[in-house]
C-alpha cells in the first residue's frame, strides 16, 4: 500500500504580504525623494544668501572705491580743498560694477540685471535680486549700508529668513592730516 503524502504547496505571496511590501516601498521611496528635495531647495537657498552677501559687499567696496579715487585724484591736482566724499552724498545710492553712482533711486530696493556675468542697475537679464544702499553721516565719517533682498518680499527686518543680506561699515577720510 502506498500512502499519498501530503504536500502543502503554496506559491507566491498573500495579499497582505504584497499591501505590506508595497506602503514600505512607498514610505522608503516618498522618503528619499523629499530628501532630495530638501537638499535641492537649501543648496538654492545657499547659493542665493552667497551671491546676495557679495552683491551687497561690493556695493560698500565700491564706494570706498569713490572715496579712494577722490583723494588720489585731488592729492595728484593739489587740490587745496581735498574733499573725500565727493559724489557720496546722504540718501539712497546706486552702485554699478564699473563703479558709477546714482542717488536718483527714491530710497528703494532696485532690481539687479545680470549681463556678461556682471550684476548691474541698468540692462541685462532680469535677476532675482534687488539692493539698495544709503549713506548717512558728515565730517570726516561716513556710514554705508547696503541691503540685497532675494524672493518676493521685500519688508521686513533684513534677516537670512526673510532672504535678506545686510552690509554696514564706517568710512573716514584717511587723508585727514595729509601733507604732500
Same mark, same amino acid.
Given at each position: 500500500?502506498?500512502?499519498?503524502?501530503?504536500?502543502?504547496?503554496?506559491?507566491?505571496? $498573500?495579499?497582505?504580504?504584497?499591501?505590506?511590501?508595497?506602503?514600505?516601498?512607498?514610505?522608503?521611496?516618498?522618503?528619499?525623494?523629499?530628501?532630495?528635495?530638501?537638499?535641492?531647495?537649501? $543648496?538654492?537657498?545657499?547659493?542665493?544668501?552667497?551671491?546676495?552677501?557679495?552683491?551687497?559687499?561690493?556695493?560698500?567696496?565700491?564706494?570706498?572705491?569713490?572715496?579712494?579715487?577722490?583723494?588720489?585724484?585731488?592729492?595728484?591736482?593739489?587740490?587745496?580743498?581735498?574733499?573725500?566724499?565727493?559724489?557720496?552724498?546722504?540718501?539712497?545710492?546706486?552702485?554699478?560694477?564699473?563703479?558709477?553712482?546714482?542717488?536718483?533711486?527714491?530710497?528703494?530696493?532696485?532690481?539687479?540685471?545680470?549681463?556678461?556675468?556682471?550684476?548691474?542697475?541698468?540692462?541685462?537679464?532680469?535677476?532675482?535680486?534687488?539692493?539698495?544702499?544709503?549713506?548717512?553721516?558728515?565730517?570726516?565719517?561716513?556710514?554705508?549700508?547696503?541691503e540685497v533682498r532675494w524672493g518676493e518680499d521685500?519688508?521686513?527686518?533684513?534677516?537670512? $529668513?526673510?532672504?535678506?543680506?545686510?552690509?554696514?561699515?564706517?568710512?573716514?577720510?584717511?587723508?585727514?592730516?595729509?601733507?604732500?
Amino acid at each position: 500500500m502506498t500512502k499519498k503524502r501530503k504536500y502543502n504547496i503554496q506559491k507566491g505571496f $498573500s495579499i497582505m504580504e504584497l499591501a505590506i511590501a508595497a506602503a514600505v516601498l512607498t514610505i522608503v521611496v516618498t522618503s528619499v525623494f523629499t530628501a532630495f528635495s530638501s537638499a535641492i531647495t537649501n $543648496s538654492i537657498d545657499a547659493r542665493n544668501s552667497v551671491i546676495a552677501a557679495s552683491l551687497a559687499q561690493e556695493a560698500v567696496e565700491g564706494v570706498k572705491n569713490i572715496r579712494d579715487t577722490n583723494i588720489i585724484n585731488q592729492i595728484s591736482r593739489d587740490a587745496t580743498n581735498k574733499e573725500p566724499f565727493v559724489n557720496i552724498d546722504d540718501g539712497c545710492v546706486k552702485i554699478d560694477g564699473d563703479i558709477s553712482i546714482d542717488t536718483n533711486c527714491g530710497n528703494s530696493f532696485s532690481n539687479l540685471n545680470i549681463s556678461s556675468g556682471f550684476y548691474t542697475h541698468a540692462n541685462g537679464e532680469s535677476t532675482i535680486f534687488r539692493r539698495k544702499m544709503e549713506v548717512s553721516g558728515s565730517g570726516d565719517e561716513r556710514i554705508v549700508t547696503s541691503e540685497v533682498r532675494w524672493g518676493e518680499d521685500t519688508s521686513g527686518n533684513c534677516t537670512i $529668513s526673510n532672504r535678506c543680506v545686510k552690509a554696514q561699515t564706517k568710512i573716514t577720510s584717511w587723508l585727514s592730516g595729509y601733507t604732500p
